[in-house]
């Protein structure tokens, strides 16, 4: 629907046209020379959304402020405008003005043109942003006893537009549910005529009446540490189907619960007292405490102490204390029975120390608990210590190859306790050779046939030495010998033939022996260092080898090869 105003330019042209026949019919001039007058004012335009309600929006309005002065004006001089209400402002031009602030503002516009003419228009905006307020005879965290007759009374109410719903699960003037104990919460909901809403939802509670009493709870016993202290119920009324306790003592709050308590170290020079809880159904819970004991005063423990094990160095001695009540710390000393001023270990268990050989062994033990004396204890005597025996944890064993000139080596046995010290030997059938006595062994010729093992012997104070054996090699044999010879033909039918042996780990001894076919040209050469250069003389020419026969010794087999072809001038 257009606005009013916007029948204004046909009205102005109307007025104009009648003032100008005035003039033509009241001059004797020609009517071209005829001037007509502006009396009409300009038309002044606003342009805004469609309110949500009458003149209310929920949002921020932006409104087009413009004027124009048509069908013949002597055309526009100024336009202003001018904001009043919940927001304010002003403006001087055509332009779009925003409303923003909550509540109802007036937007007032007025324009003029050359001749003098004015316009003014107004607008109401309204701006609601806020949902209702919700107020409710029920408050937050209420507590509604059980069976009581409670009316729910609510209402909403909103700032600027008008509030369209208020509601809750029960209408207002309503009874609210209280036949049941538990929490309960109540919903309300509101919302105004441009859309906004607001929820408020009250939590309370419905609880059971208490129970009524006669009489005070009481404490009977001895306030001393370690004593039992018996609770004395009150008189409930009704009776109570269930009485609990709790106990409390200065500054440390509750210490306990249950009709008896066995007082604890930490309220030592405390006072203590308790609380009667009473129970009923269909009833809260009721308590009540009782007057406070005297400051509590110390315990005293009760201490013995027996000791087991074997009396043995090396062997293993437990304490075994014994405190009535249970100790926080429990700390034990063993001495010498004869010299008690040697301390011989600490702990509940000892490893008997070979200082102890020759003498007995008796334990103290020293408990302490906080609200108690300490208590002190000593055992009776042990055995008389004896020598420990040393435990073989892992055999000697030995690596290599049985062969003359091959070293052998022993991987040392272990023992248990780790041995102070420890020395090996090396037994040829069963027997100790002679300065063998590293982790090594090189065999010799006087190996030869026989069998070899490796000894590991422990020793530790207060211990008997401990052996331990090797398995024994098979029996050694002889090394096996490599003959390397060489013949070179030297002219005028000399030859020089060059021999050398090796073996492993050995410089081969013995003769060489040497044939040309089946003839003996050199017998029984001894070998020097393993090696020995022959020259021959007067050998037949021609094309030839020799035949190399080492005879072997008492560590290395004997061996036979045969030089390569030489030719002999």
């Known amino acids: 629907m257009k606005h009013p105003l916007s029948r204004r330019p046909v009205d102005r042209l109307g007025t104009a046209l009648i003032a100008s026949i005035a003039v033509l019919l009241s001059t004797s001039g020609s009517p071209a020379d005829a001037v007509v007058p502006d009396t009409t004012p300009p038309t002044i335009t606003l342009r805004a959304p469609t309110p949500t309600y009458e003149i209310w929006y929920p949002s921020d309005v932006a409104i087009k402020v413009s004027a124009t002065d048509d069908l013949g004006g002597s055309g526009l001089e100024s336009i202003e405008w001018q904001l009043t209400g919940a927001q304010t402002g002003s403006g001087s031009s055509a332009e779009t003005v925003t409303v923003a602030a909550e509540g109802q503002s007036t937007l007032t516009v007025v324009a003029r043109d050359v001749d003098g003419n004015t316009a003014t228009r107004s607008l109401d905006v309204g701006i609601d942003k806020t949902g209702p307020t919700i107020i409710a005879n029920l408050a937050d965290g209420a507590e509604l006893k059980k069976g009581s007759d409670v009316t729910l009374t609510y209402s909403c109410d909103d700032d600027f537009a008008p509030v369209d719903t208020c509601s ?65 119920a009150p008189s409930f009324i009704p009776e109570a189907d269930t009485v609990t306790y709790r106990w409390f003592a200065t500054d440390l709050g509750l210490i306990s619960t249950g009709p008896t308590l066995v007082v604890p170290a930490n309220t030592l020079g405390r006072v203590i007292w308790i609380n009667a809880v009473g129970t009923k159904e269909g009833y809260a819970p009721r308590t009540l405490s009782s007057e406070a004991t005297a400051a509590v005063q110390t315990g005293s423990l009760d201490v013995s102490v027996q000791v087991t094990g074997t009396a043995q160095v090396g062997g293993e001695l437990q304490a075994h204390a014994t405190s009535n009540p249970t100790p926080d710390d429990v700390s034990y000393r063993w001495r010498l029975a004869d010299d008690l001023q040697v301390l011989v270990g600490t702990g509940p268990t000892l490893n008997v120390p070979a200082s102890a050989v020759g003498h007995q062994i008796v334990a103290q033990v020293y408990s302490q608990k906080a609200g108690y004396e300490p208590g002190v204890a000593v055992s009776e005597a042990t055995a008389v210590v004896v020598p420990g025996t040393l435990t073989t944890t892992a055999g000697s064993q030995l690596t290599g190859t049985a062969r003359a000139g091959q070293t052998l080596r022993g991987t040392p046995a272990t023992f248990s306790p ?152």
């Open 168 to 232: 809750a699960p029960l209408a207002s003037g309503a009874k609210i549910d209280t036949s049941a104990v538990g929490d309960c919460t109540m919903t309300f909901t509101a919302t105004d005529k441009v859309g906004n809403s607001k929820t408020r939802t009250v939590a309370y509670r419905v609880v059971l009446p208490q129970l009524d009493w006669a009489g005070e709870p009481f404490i009977t016993g001895t306030a001393k540490v370690g004593e039992v202290l018996q609770a004395q």
């Open 418 to 569: 780790e041995p102070y010290g420890t020395t090996y030997r090396w037994l040829r059938n069963g027997l100790p050779i002679a300065g063998a006595t590293a982790a090594t062994y090189k065999l010799t010729a006087s190996d030869v046939g026989k069998k070899v093992t490796f000894r590991t012997v422990a020793s530790h104070e207060g211990y008997a030495a401990a052996v331990s054996d090797s398995a024994s090699t098979a029996t050694v044999a002889k090394a096996l010998p490599s003959v390397a010879a060489r013949a070179y033909a030297r002219g005028n039918r000399r030859v020089r033939i060059t021999i050398a042996v090796t073996a492993p780990g050995l410089t081969p001894t013995g003769k060489v022996t040497i044939k040309r076919g089946s003839t003996v040209v050199v017998r029984d050469r001894w070998l020097v260092g393993g090696r020995v250069t022959i020259n021959l003389t007067k050998q037949k020419k021609g094309k030839t080898r020799y035949t190399i026969i080492y005879s072997g010794s008492s560590s290395v087999y004997g061996k036979t090869v045969t030089t390569a072809y030489i030719r002999v001038r």
